[in-house]
């Protein structure tokens, strides 16, 4: 699987998924950074990578109809400092691993991670 990691999150997030046997890049890392989101899940679309962000925006089944895409990971943490954010991750990966993110979307935060089809 594949993942690209929004401009709102830490580098720590493209190396933590690296270190789990993940390819991840940043938007930073593919010239990316400042596009809109509409450009953004283009990108992800054409990669064929599921886009990791904080961005709520993508949440949105209309706007982004999950089995159109790739997937996305949209993280909610309470604390959003890089640890935290990182933990939330470390923490909640092996319920990632059991899930197709792929055409999915997946909100993943303190509590719980929720699991959507869009379908």
């Given at each position: 699987?594949?993942?690209?990691?929004?401009?709102?999150?830490?580098?720590e997030v493209a190396t933590f998924f690296r270190t789990e046997g993940y390819?991840?890049?940043?938007?930073?890392?593919?010239?990316?950074?400042?596009?809109?989101?509409?450009?953004i899940s283009e990108m992800?679309?054409?990669?064929?990578?599921?886009?990791?962000?904080?961005?709520m925006d993508f949440a949105n089944l209309r706007s982004y109809p999950p089995?159109?895409?790739?997937?996305?990971?949209?993280?909610?943490?309470?604390?959003?400092?890089?640890?935290?954010?990182v933990a939330l991750l470390r923490n909640n990966i092996p319920?990632?691993?059991?899930?197709?993110?792929?055409?999915?979307l997946t909100i993943v935060s303190d509590e719980q991670a929720r699991h959507f089809s869009g379908e």
């Open positions: 699987m594949r993942f690209k990691i929004d401009e709102n999150l830490p580098f390819e991840a890049h940043t938007v930073a890392e593919q010239g990316a950074r400042g596009f809109i989101d509409p450009r992800c679309r054409d990669a064929g990578e599921v886009l990791v962000t904080m961005d089995a159109a895409y790739p997937g996305f990971l949209v993280l909610r943490s309470r604390v959003q400092d890089k640890a935290a954010v319920v990632l691993q059991k899930l197709n993110l792929c055409g999915h």
